[in-house]
Protein backbone atom coordinates (compact mmCIF):
# COMPACT_ATOMS: atom_id res chain seq x y z
CA UNK A 1 0.00 0.00 0.00
CA UNK A 2 1.41 3.42 -0.78
CA UNK A 3 0.88 6.34 0.89
CA UNK A 4 -0.96 8.20 -1.69
CA UNK A 5 -4.54 9.65 -1.03
CA UNK A 6 -7.31 7.04 -1.92
CA UNK A 7 -9.24 8.26 -4.78
CA UNK A 8 -12.72 8.13 -4.54
CA UNK A 9 -15.10 7.07 -7.11
CA UNK A 10 -18.27 5.61 -8.10
CA UNK A 11 -18.27 2.20 -8.23
CA UNK A 12 -17.83 0.87 -11.76
CA UNK A 13 -17.88 -2.43 -13.50
CA UNK A 14 -13.96 -2.44 -13.77
CA UNK A 15 -13.51 -2.48 -10.24
CA UNK A 16 -12.72 -5.16 -8.73
CA UNK A 17 -14.73 -6.90 -5.85
CA UNK A 18 -13.55 -10.30 -5.72
CA UNK A 19 -10.71 -9.62 -2.53
CA UNK A 20 -12.43 -7.18 -0.35
CA UNK A 21 -12.57 -8.74 2.93
CA UNK A 22 -13.85 -6.34 5.55
CA UNK A 23 -14.57 -9.20 8.01
CA UNK A 24 -18.18 -8.88 8.05
CA UNK A 25 -19.50 -11.38 5.41
CA UNK A 26 -23.24 -9.76 4.33
CA UNK A 27 -21.44 -6.46 3.50
CA UNK A 28 -18.58 -8.41 1.67
CA UNK A 29 -21.20 -10.45 -0.14
CA UNK A 30 -23.12 -7.24 -0.77
CA UNK A 31 -20.32 -5.97 -2.33
CA UNK A 32 -19.45 -8.86 -4.69
CA UNK A 33 -22.93 -10.08 -5.96
CA UNK A 34 -25.95 -7.26 -5.29
CA UNK A 35 -24.36 -4.04 -5.45
CA UNK A 36 -24.23 -3.71 -9.13
CA UNK A 37 -28.15 -4.82 -9.71
CA UNK A 38 -28.93 -1.99 -6.73
CA UNK A 39 -26.98 0.79 -8.69
CA UNK A 40 -28.78 0.01 -11.98
CA UNK A 41 -32.21 -0.36 -10.79
CA UNK A 42 -31.56 2.91 -9.29
CA UNK A 43 -31.89 2.15 -5.76
CA UNK A 44 -28.63 3.02 -4.38
CA UNK A 45 -25.77 4.55 -5.24
CA UNK A 46 -22.51 3.03 -4.49
CA UNK A 47 -19.08 4.74 -4.09
CA UNK A 48 -15.75 3.21 -3.44
CA UNK A 49 -12.35 4.32 -2.30
CA UNK A 50 -9.42 3.11 -4.18
CA UNK A 51 -6.16 2.42 -3.03
CA UNK A 52 -3.42 2.68 -5.64
CA UNK A 53 -5.94 3.35 -7.79
CA UNK A 54 -7.48 -0.23 -8.34
CA UNK A 55 -7.59 -2.08 -4.90
CA UNK A 56 -11.51 -1.29 -3.42
CA UNK A 57 -9.96 -0.23 0.10
CA UNK A 58 -14.02 0.58 1.77
CA UNK A 59 -16.80 1.72 0.00
CA UNK A 60 -20.29 2.70 1.10
CA UNK A 61 -23.91 2.78 -0.53
CA UNK A 62 -26.57 6.11 -0.59
CA UNK A 63 -29.89 6.21 -1.17
CA UNK A 64 -33.42 8.49 -0.92
CA UNK A 65 -35.15 7.81 2.19
CA UNK A 66 -37.43 9.60 4.97
CA UNK A 67 -37.57 9.61 8.42
CA UNK A 68 -40.76 9.82 10.16
CA UNK A 69 -41.49 13.53 12.09
CA UNK A 70 -42.69 11.42 14.87
CA UNK A 71 -39.86 9.35 15.30
CA UNK A 72 -37.62 12.28 15.72
CA UNK A 73 -36.76 13.72 19.44
CA UNK A 74 -39.19 15.79 19.94
CA UNK A 75 -36.76 18.50 20.23
CA UNK A 76 -35.90 18.17 17.07
CA UNK A 77 -39.35 17.67 15.35
CA UNK A 78 -40.64 20.76 16.70
CA UNK A 79 -38.39 23.07 14.63
CA UNK A 80 -39.35 21.18 11.30
CA UNK A 81 -42.73 21.53 9.19
CA UNK A 82 -45.38 19.55 10.66
CA UNK A 83 -45.42 17.45 7.30
CA UNK A 84 -45.84 13.27 8.28
CA UNK A 85 -42.37 12.80 7.01
CA UNK A 86 -38.64 14.76 6.59
CA UNK A 87 -36.83 13.92 3.41
CA UNK A 88 -33.39 12.04 4.04
CA UNK A 89 -30.22 10.62 2.73
CA UNK A 90 -29.57 6.74 3.98
CA UNK A 91 -26.27 5.69 3.99
CA UNK A 92 -27.32 1.81 3.39
CA UNK A 93 -23.22 0.26 4.02
CA UNK A 94 -20.26 1.37 4.88
CA UNK A 95 -17.40 -0.81 4.78
CA UNK A 96 -13.09 -0.65 4.99
CA UNK A 97 -11.36 -3.76 3.98
CA UNK A 98 -9.36 -5.41 6.91
CA UNK A 99 -5.95 -4.64 5.37
CA UNK A 100 -7.15 -0.72 5.67
CA UNK A 101 -9.10 -0.71 8.87
CA UNK A 102 -7.31 1.58 11.81
CA UNK A 103 -6.28 4.46 9.26
CA UNK A 104 -9.72 6.45 9.84
CA UNK A 105 -11.07 5.33 6.24
CA UNK A 106 -14.17 4.73 7.52
CA UNK A 107 -14.43 8.04 8.67
CA UNK A 108 -13.26 9.75 5.29
CA UNK A 109 -15.95 7.62 3.36
CA UNK A 110 -18.17 8.88 6.12
CA UNK A 111 -17.22 13.02 5.83
CA UNK A 112 -17.99 11.83 1.86
CA UNK A 113 -20.83 10.40 1.90
CA UNK A 114 -22.53 13.91 4.19
CA UNK A 115 -20.42 16.01 1.59
CA UNK A 116 -22.37 14.74 -0.97
CA UNK A 117 -25.71 14.68 0.83
CA UNK A 118 -25.11 18.51 1.63
CA UNK A 119 -23.86 19.34 -1.92
CA UNK A 120 -26.92 17.72 -3.44
CA UNK A 121 -29.32 19.65 -5.54
CA UNK A 122 -32.35 18.40 -3.87
CA UNK A 123 -33.17 18.79 -0.33
CA UNK A 124 -32.54 16.42 2.44
CA UNK A 125 -32.75 16.95 6.33
CA UNK A 126 -30.40 14.14 7.49
CA UNK A 127 -28.46 11.64 6.33
CA UNK A 128 -29.32 8.50 8.08
CA UNK A 129 -28.03 5.36 9.07
CA UNK A 130 -29.35 1.62 10.69
CA UNK A 131 -26.43 0.66 12.29
CA UNK A 132 -25.40 -3.04 12.27
CA UNK A 133 -24.46 -3.38 15.98
CA UNK A 134 -23.60 -1.30 18.61
CA UNK A 135 -20.24 -0.89 18.04
CA UNK A 136 -21.32 0.83 14.50
CA UNK A 137 -23.54 3.22 16.34
CA UNK A 138 -20.77 3.72 18.61
CA UNK A 139 -19.22 5.11 15.37
CA UNK A 140 -21.85 7.12 14.14
CA UNK A 141 -22.57 9.07 17.35
CA UNK A 142 -18.57 9.55 18.25
CA UNK A 143 -19.35 11.39 14.53
CA UNK A 144 -22.13 13.52 15.72
CA UNK A 145 -25.24 11.07 14.60
CA UNK A 146 -28.13 11.31 17.38
CA UNK A 147 -29.93 8.28 17.46
CA UNK A 148 -33.63 8.05 17.48
CA UNK A 149 -35.27 7.54 20.95
CA UNK A 150 -37.33 4.44 19.70
CA UNK A 151 -34.93 3.29 17.72
CA UNK A 152 -31.27 3.57 18.75
CA UNK A 153 -29.79 1.99 16.18
CA UNK A 154 -31.37 4.34 13.86
CA UNK A 155 -29.03 7.40 13.97
CA UNK A 156 -29.24 10.66 12.08
CA UNK A 157 -27.10 13.85 11.21
CA UNK A 158 -29.03 16.75 10.17
CA UNK A 159 -27.32 18.15 7.22
CA UNK A 160 -27.76 21.80 8.45
CA UNK A 161 -25.36 21.25 10.96
CA UNK A 162 -22.02 20.74 8.39
CA UNK A 163 -22.36 24.49 7.29
CA UNK A 164 -18.57 24.14 5.57
CA UNK A 165 -17.22 20.97 3.04
CA UNK A 166 -14.09 21.56 4.59
CA UNK A 167 -14.51 21.02 8.16
CA UNK A 168 -16.06 17.84 7.34
CA UNK A 169 -12.93 16.86 4.82
CA UNK A 170 -10.57 17.94 8.22
CA UNK A 171 -12.73 16.01 10.43
CA UNK A 172 -11.81 12.95 8.97
CA UNK A 173 -8.27 12.67 9.21
CA UNK A 174 -7.65 10.67 5.81
CA UNK A 175 -6.70 12.40 2.48
CA UNK A 176 -9.31 10.93 -0.02
Given amino acids: MSSAPF?????????????????????????????????????AACFVALADGQRIAGFYTMASASLLLADLPASTGKKLPRYPTVPAVRM?????????????????????ALDRAVRSEIAAYALM???????????????????????????????????????????SGVSI
Avoid at 140 to 159: E, M, N, V, W
Fill in 129 to 171: VDAKDGTAAAFYQYHGFIALPDSPRTLFLPLASLPFRAQVIVA
Fill in 92 to 112: GRLAVDQAFKGKGLGGALLAD
Fill in 7 to 43: LLTPLDAAHDRTTFNSGAEPLDRYLREQVTQDVRRRV
